[in-house]
T-cell receptor, first 116, second 111 residues
Framework: GAVVSQHPSRVICKSGTSVKIECRSL??????MFWYRQFPKQSLMLMAT?????????EQGVEKDKFLINHASLTLSTLTVTSAHPEDSSFYIC????????????FGEGSRLTVL | AQRVTQPEKLLSVFKGAPVELKCNYS??????LFWYVQYSRQRLQLLLR??SRESIKGFTADLNKGETSFHLKKPFAQEEDSAMYYC?????????????FGTGTQLKVEL
């Protein structure tokens, strides 16, 4: 099946700094990628839909200036957490569809962000 | 807005026992339902979708529109079934691949 890779898997940063997380589709092109946030023992919360070549679509309540999304190519989307604070500490997961409108998403391994 | 509910956070069964993971949804239109699974130290992956009407790893799920449910069932649990299971919903019209996930149920199969 299609493979989605996230990097880094873990990152620790100081409060006030910015952190970039990459999401790559390794063997397929993804015009759309999705970014989720997962709190401990809770569901995946969709943050935004990343569209190649255009602006991301953010879900209600998600600050677009806080969580910058860039989808510059068909295989790469990045999520930048700007001016990170401890409350931004979470598990961030990306996913992508292979192009067929089947509803099947391929997920990355996730990135654990800890803001000190 | 659409919503997916998985009432059980944890379900423990013995090996060989039947398994039923509950999923209910709320949406006024025609949804498409999925079950995703996450095994220990692995990424989330698709288990099955209601449209396919197939059995995967012995699991089946039937969409019951009257009860707005999509429960996941397996007649005889195996140890390797232990995992986190997420029910997800996609809007049939214009939903693209945008999914709404439930909170997940941790299935633990004991020997």
């Amino acid at each position: 099946g299609a493979v989605v890779s996230q990097h880094p898997s873990r990152v620790i940063c100081k409060s006030g700094t910015s952190v970039k997380i990459e999401c790559r589709s390794l063997d397929f092109q993804a015009t759309t990628m999705f970014w989720y946030r997962q709190f401990p023992k809770q569901s995946l919360m969709l943050m935004a839909t990343s569209n190649e070549g255009s602006k991301a679509t953010y879900e209600q309540g998600v600050e677009k200036d806080k969580f910058l999304i860039n989808h510059a190519s068909l295989t790469l989307s990045t999520l930048t957490v700007t001016s990170a604070h401890p409350e931004d500490s979470s598990f961030y997961i990306c996913s992508a569809a292979s192009g067929e409108n089947t509803g099947e998403l391929f997920f990355g391994e996730g990135s654990r962000l800890t803001v000190l | 807005a659409q919503r997916v509910t998985q009432p059980e956070k944890l379900l423990s069964v013995f090996k060989g026992a039947p398994v039923e993971l509950k999923c209910n949804y709320s949406y006024s239109g025609s949804p498409e339902l999925f079950w995703y699974v996450q095994y220990s130290r692995q990424r989330l992956q698709l288990l099955l979708r209601h449209i396919s009407r197939e059995s995967i790893k012995g699991f089946t799920a039937d969409l019951n529109k009257g009860e707005t449910s999509f429960h996941l069932k397996k007649p005889f649990a195996q140890e390797e079934d232990s995992a986190m299971y997420y029910c997800a919903l996609r809007l049939f019209t214009g939903g693209g691949n945008k999914l709404t996930f439930g909170t997940g149920t941790q299935l633990k199969v004991e020997l």
